[in-house]
């Protein structure tokens, strides 16, 4: 599985920015896609993810609410929209992909399989 993230960007606090992760090589029909951030100096993690079967989501207390995640489309495309934007949210994001991940297991980096390269998340205050 080769995933593509894009769509990061630099703002300015209060605005939006809508990452895409795109993934080739096989379907996330029975995979669970998650979106990390990893900020400098900080350790890699957990934003929100998805099952792509069943459309179950999960979110960080940290972006609740301001952060929706979506997928299940044809595209294979997982989008994570972020409103609301902060500086604490500059980080690179990473979306992964990970197969039989159970609940409990969704909110850690080594749940997942295949990572893309990342983007980078500016918001400036």
């Known amino acids: 599985v080769l995933l593509q993230a894009s769509g990061g960007g630099s703002v300015q606090a209060g605005g939006s920015l809508r990452l895409s992760c795109a993934a080739s090589g096989r379907t996330f029909s029975r995979y669970a896609v998650g979106w990390f951030r990893q900020a400098p100096g900080k350790e890699r993690e957990f934003v929100s993810g998805i099952r792509w079967s069943g459309g179950s989501t999960y979110y960080a207390d940290s972006v609740k609410g301001r952060f929706t995640i979506s997928g299940g489309n044809a595209k294979n495309t997982a989008y994570l929209q972020m409103n609301s934007l902060k500086p604490e949210d500059t980080a690179v994001y990473y979306c992964?992909?990970?197969?039989?991940?159970?609940?409990?297991?969704?909110?850690?980096?080594?749940?997942?399989?295949?990572w893309g390269q990342g983007t980078q998340v500016t918001v400036s205050s």
């Open positions: 992964a992909v990970g197969g039989n991940i159970i609940t409990s297991a969704i909110f850690f980096p080594r749940s997942y399989h295949y």
